[in-house]
């Protein structure tokens, strides 16, 4: 492949490598999508055990100021959600929206005490970047980690595992974020995860990132995992996965992400509005949406990837919708998918079709997450 | 055993052809979840789409190797998809042929040029 020589490896590579891994490009970076297990078992493991990811593709990213007021009050001009109102050693997940009220990117954000502790999507994090400079500086200070990995460990086994490394793991809750010593490393560590399990994100600097992962992976439970099962196990979660299932025409309130959005941003709160797309944003939270994004559960066993036209019945002309992410879920056992219908038929039970192959197959709305959701809180 | 540039396999067997994919066509497709199989006593011609298979990554079709007609197929795959990955060359077997003309198979690869066309 010709872009080969452009991609970017992360401080795991030679591991991903050495582990069989099969490597392919995304956002960039060569990456490992499956190991020599395969999706289907490495789905399974991370629900039943633990898994470990390789994340440092992603972004991350440290915001300063004179203090953490400032710094939250710079950062919700870019974004709807209470970052003033978050408790020290907590983070919360954000949305960066543009002005036409569409979202621009997904995000975690913690409160690190004297910083804000920003991790966002590799394909956006250049633009990202550039939309905090903007806005923020020189007020607030972006700081772009470049030498830190960042570590996924997800699964019930979780937090036996790192416990094993450091006990203090243990003590945290669902969206904690602790500064932890793992291998006399000192390591950024949120109890937090994109898979819909328990587990952690850990930062970890690049030096350290090897020797950390092999240490997780000779645990018995640990097994590594690629971005196959990542996509499987955020599908089941019920997660947005950002390009897919929601972009820049796609506002908060169809996307489904309105609990993200705190009270004190909403109409009516004491720091209402004051972002981008902020007039769009609320109107539709207090009006409501006209489509929204909702769980598609296919009754056969074909599965309906993005993409595939969504019809109110079989003989219809129009479509009412669309598939977003959609494929086989290993531990739901057959498809799954997510997509956007009108409003009018997105509640739970509507029987719709899916056009695949040139034949409508039948589909019912369903509930999110498809496998419910098993966070320490 | 002749093998063709699509990673299937033929064989004959009791004057029918049976048509499979191959080990590498099974592990590049990854964990095969899903497969669709053609209607029996169908007149089909060399290429035309008979099947479909999803792996957890996507879709592929299945051609027709050779002219003929599909007399039987693999019923057990439509339940239980993944003997793709466990047993392509025997087991999970797709279809049956009865074709039209044999010598449409003269020109496909042996098992020593496939393995030299995968590399």
Same mark, same amino acid.
């Given at each position: 492949?010709?872009?080969?020589?452009?991609?970017?490896?992360?401080?795991?590579?030679?591991?991903?490598?050495?582990?069989?891994?099969?490597?392919?490009?995304?956002?960039?970076?060569?990456?490992?999508?499956?190991?020599?297990?395969?999706?289907?078992?490495?789905?399974?493991?991370?629900?039943?055990?633990?898994?470990?990811?390789?994340?440092?593709?992603?972004?991350?990213?440290?915001?300063?100021?004179?203090?953490?007021?400032?710094?939250?009050?710079?950062?919700?001009?870019?974004?709807?959600?209470?970052?003033?109102?978050?408790?020290?050693?907590?983070?919360?997940?954000?949305?960066?929206?543009?002005?036409?009220?569409?979202?621009?990117?997904?995000?975690?954000?913690?409160?690190?005490?004297?910083?804000?502790?920003?991790?966002?999507?590799?394909?956006?994090?250049?633009?990202?970047?550039?939309?905090?400079?903007?806005?923020?500086?020189?007020?607030?200070?972006?700081?772009?980690?470049?030498?830190?990995?960042?570590?996924?460990?997800?699964?019930?086994?979780?937090?036996?595992?790192?416990?094993?490394?450091?006990?203090?793991?243990?003590?945290?809750?669902?969206?904690?974020?602790?500064?932890?010593?793992?291998?006399?490393?000192?390591?950024?560590?949120?109890?937090?995860?994109?898979?819909?399990?328990?587990?952690?994100?850990?930062?970890?600097?690049?030096?350290?990132?090897?020797?950390?992962?092999?240490?997780?992976?000779?645990?018995?439970?640990?097994?590594?995992?690629?971005?196959?099962?990542?996509?499987?196990?955020?599908?089941?979660?019920?997660?947005?996965?950002?390009?897919?299932?929601?972009?820049?025409?796609?506002?908060?309130?169809?996307?489904?992400?309105?609990?993200?959005?705190?009270?004190?941003?909403?109409?009516?709160?004491?720091?209402?509005?004051?972002?981008?797309?902020?007039?769009?944003?609320?109107?539709?939270?207090?009006?409501?949406?006209?489509?929204?994004?909702?769980?598609?559960?296919?009754?056969?066993?074909?599965?309906?990837?993005?993409?595939?036209?969504?019809?109110?019945?079989?003989?219809?002309?129009?479509?009412?919708?669309?598939?977003?992410?959609?494929?086989?879920?290993?531990?739901?056992?057959?498809?799954?998918?997510?997509?956007?219908?009108?409003?009018?038929?997105?509640?739970?039970?509507?029987?719709?079709?899916?056009?695949?192959?040139?034949?409508?197959?039948?589909?019912?709305?369903?509930?999110?997450?498809?496998?419910?959701?098993?966070?320490?809180? | 055993?002749?093998?063709?540039?699509?990673?299937?396999?033929?064989?004959?067997?009791?004057?029918?052809?049976?048509?499979?994919?191959?080990?590498?066509?099974?592990?590049?497709?990854?964990?095969?979840?899903?497969?669709?199989?053609?209607?029996? #006593?169908? =007149?089909?011609?060399?290429?035309? *789409?008979?099947? &479909?298979? @999803?792996?957890? !990554?996507?879709?592929? %079709?299945? +051609?027709?190797?050779? #002219?003929? =007609?599909?007399?039987?197929?693999? *019923?057990?795959? &439509?339940? @239980?998809?993944? !003997?793709?990955?466990? %047993?392509? +060359?025997?087991?999970?077997?797709?279809?049956?042929?009865?074709?039209?003309?044999?010598?449409?198979?003269?020109?496909?690869?042996?098992?020593?040029?496939?393995?030299?066309?995968?590399?």
């Amino acid at each position: 492949m010709a872009e080969t020589g452009d991609l970017h490896r992360t401080a795991l590579y030679d591991l991903h490598v050495g582990l069989g891994a099969k490597m392919v490009p995304f956002a960039g970076y060569d990456m490992p999508v499956q190991y020599p297990m395969g999706v289907m078992k490495e789905h399974l493991h991370c629900r039943a055990e633990a898994g470990l990811f390789d994340v440092s593709h992603m972004g991350q990213v440290i915001l300063r100021g004179p203090s953490y007021e400032a710094i939250a009050h710079a950062f919700e001009t870019l974004v709807p959600m209470d970052v003033l109102g978050l408790g020290e050693g907590r983070q919360r997940y954000g949305l960066f929206t543009n002005a036409v009220g569409g979202i621009e990117d997904d995000l975690m954000f913690a409160n690190r005490s004297d910083h804000l502790f920003v991790v966002v999507n590799a394909a956006c994090k250049e633009a990202d970047i550039t939309r905090m400079k903007a806005a923020l500086e020189p007020q607030i200070v972006v700081e772009v980690i470049k030498d830190r990995a960042l570590i996924a460990l997800q699964g019930p086994a979780a937090e036996t595992a790192l416990s094993r490394l450091n006990p203090a793991a243990a003590d945290m809750k669902f969206m904690d974020v602790a500064t932890l010593e793992l291998q006399g490393v000192d390591c950024w560590v949120s109890r937090s995860g994109y898979t819909g399990e328990d587990g952690y994100e850990i930062s970890v600097p690049e030096a350290a990132a090897q020797s950390l992962s092999e240490a997780l992976l000779a645990m018995e439970e640990v097994a590594p995992i690629g971005l196959g099962a990542r996509d499987s196990l955020r599908l089941e979660a019920g997660l947005c996965l950002y390009g897919n299932d929601i972009d820049a025409q796609s506002d908060p309130g169809a996307a489904g992400l309105t609990w993200a959005i705190q009270k004190v941003r909403r109409a009516g709160g004491d720091r209402a509005g004051g972002f981008p797309g902020s007039d769009h944003i609320l109107k539709v939270l207090s009006e409501g949406a006209s489509r929204k994004r909702v769980g598609l559960l296919p009754e056969g066993r074909a599965p309906m990837r993005a993409g595939t036209q969504i019809f109110a019945s079989e003989g219809a002309d129009t479509p009412i919708g669309a598939v977003t992410s959609g494929g086989f879920g290993p531990s739901v056992n057959g498809p799954v998918a997510m997509g956007y219908v009108t409003a009018d038929l997105a509640s739970e039970g509507t029987q719709l079709f899916g056009e695949v192959r040139n034949k409508r197959m039948p589909l019912k709305v369903a509930k999110l997450p498809f496998i419910p959701a098993n966070f320490k809180r | 055993m002749k093998f063709t540039e699509e990673h299937e396999w033929l064989r004959e067997e009791d004057g029918l052809i049976v048509v499979g994919i191959t080990e590498h066509a099974a592990e590049q497709l990854g964990d095969v979840v899903f497969v669709e199989l053609p209607e029996t #006593d169908t =007149e089909v011609s060399k290429d035309d *789409e008979v099947c &479909v298979i @999803e792996s957890v !990554k996507a879709a592929s %079709d299945i +051609l027709a190797p050779i #002219d003929g =007609e599909i007399v039987e197929v693999n *019923e057990a795959l &439509v339940d @239980e998809p993944g !003997k793709v990955n466990e %047993d392509p +060359l025997g087991d999970a077997w797709f279809f049956k042929m009865k074709a039209a003309d044999a010598s449409q198979m003269d020109d496909m690869m042996d098992e020593a040029a496939y393995k030299d066309f995968i590399g």
